[in-house]
């Protein structure tokens, strides 16, 4: 686990000279007074004085009113420590069975973590599709690859009960049927800490994450915002969004750390770019899908295709789909996804920068992307995708 620490307190005081109390938790807020209540990990209480406080409290796992919920066996995966105690459990338990619920991020990928143990998986998932972020049809390729490695794929199925035996898991309620697990894995999504920001009259957003200006001050004097606890901007839909991912976070710090040292810089927002994989498929989306833009109140056009990661001579070439969406008569690029096998998913950056520079198709189609043999073909299949939506608009 060491390894995967980026900075440890000691190291924080080495490079930066910068105090990090673990095992301290700020409950309350004063703002009138600028103080915090911090309680240490004995239990014992004390006042802080503040001058410009972040609050940063990030988010905790969604968990579903059901019975059992709590049983030894069940997990989420939020943290370190999370995925340890999830280790250690299959080490000693040696679980035969699994359970994930949900078909998001963390759901998909740890179906494909535990099937690589050697676990049978069944992911169950409330919606129709998995990745509720991108296109059904998109979607499609997950559950094919999902399929392919042995989980057994049940959508339109939501966690009713976790049953309980011996004071262990013994499998869960789903669809009103009961699927047998030793271990099952709840990855229902997140929401942001704000309690610390609502008692203290911060005012709340977007899934009630924390509302921010621009330069990421709340609406109280003095006290900033950042990370998964915070909103952002979505600069394509032009709203305020939640997007509790870590390369929000790590941009929105970089923000409030300038302006703490007095600079006077803005967060302009995101594009809502995401990557994983399940398997030897690789999976990207940025914008917004078909939905989202219908959100939006954007009247969006879309056009697929089916390509090949390089030429198709290359012993290691892959299957590729692309998909891009724009807004109807402007042709203003709205969004991408794109599935495949290696060397398919960041393509999706090309698509993200597009988005950031409010490119439209056209302009989309005229960029001058690198070309080799065993990189791509002559027409990257982003610019192929591209190509067949302009003769859509």
């Known amino acids: 686990m060491n390894e995967l620490v980026a900075r440890t307190p000691d190291q924080f005081w080495a490079k930066s000279g910068i105090r990090v109390w673990?095992?301290?938790?700020?409950?309350?807020?004063?703002?009138?007074?600028q103080r915090l209540e911090v309680v240490d990990s004995d239990g014992h209480a004390r006042r802080e004085p503040y001058d410009e406080p972040v609050i940063a409290t990030g988010s905790a796992p969604i968990y579903p009113d059901v019975d059992n919920i709590t049983s030894p066996g069940v997990f989420t995966v939020k943290t370190l420590n999370d995925g340890v105690a999830m280790r250690t459990w299959i080490e000693q338990e040696k679980p035969k069975r699994a359970v994930v619920a949900g078909g998001g991020y963390i759901g998909l990928e740890m179906a494909d973590n535990l099937i690589r143990l050697g676990i049978k998986v069944t992911l169950i998932e409330k919606a129709d599709q998995l990745?509720?972020?991108?296109?059904?049809?998109?979607?499609?390729?997950?559950?094919?690859?999902?399929?392919?490695?042995?989980v057994d794929v049940k959508l339109g199925v939501g966690?009713?009960?976790v049953l309980s035996a011996n004071g262990k898991v013994s499998g869960v309620l789903a669809g009103g049927e009961v699927i047998p697990a030793e271990i099952v894995v709840v990855g229902l999504g997140v929401k942001p800490q704000s309690q610390i920001a609502r008692t203290a009259g911060i005012e709340l957003g977007v899934r009630e994450a924390v509302r921010v200006a621009p330069d990421l001050r709340t609406n109280v004097p003095h006290i900033w915002a950042a990370g998964d606890v915070a909103e952002t901007f979505h600069r394509v839909s032009k709203r305020p969004v939640y997007i509790p991912l870590a390369t929000v976070a790590n941009k929105?710090?970089?923000?409030?750390?300038?302006?703490?040292?007095?600079?006077?810089?803005?967060?302009?927002?995101?594009?809502?770019?995401?990557v994983t994989e399940v398997g030897d498929l690789e999976v990207a989306r940025t914008g917004l899908s078909s939905r989202e833009a219908a959100d939006a109140g954007i009247e969006s056009v879309a056009a697929a295709i089916q390509s090949e990661t390089k030429l198709g001579y290359f012993p290691d070439v892959a299957p590729i789909r692309v998909k891009i969406l724009a807004e109807k008569g402007s042709g203003r690029l709205v969004g991408g996804q794109i599935t495949g096998g290696p060397g398919s998913a960041l393509r999706i950056d090309t698509v993200a920068t597009a988005l950031t520079a409010e490119m439209t198709v056209a302009d989309l189609l005229d960029l001058d992307l690198g070309y080799a043999p065993p990189f791509s073909d002559v027409?990257?299949?982003?610019?192929?995708?591209?190509?067949?939506?302009?003769s859509k608009l």
């Open 131 to 150: 990745m509720g972020s991108m296109d059904p049809d998109m979607a499609q390729d997950i559950e094919k690859a999902l399929s392919q490695l042995g």
């Open 379 to 390: 027409w990257d299949p982003v610019q192929v995708a591209a190509r067949v939506l302009l």
């Open 252 to 274: 929105q710090g970089r923000i409030v750390g300038l302006n703490l040292a007095g600079g006077k810089a803005v967060f302009p927002g995101v594009v809502g770019t995401a």
């Open 159 to 161: 966690l009713e009960a």
């Open 22 to 33: 673990v095992g301290h938790e700020a409950v309350s807020i004063d703002a009138k007074a």
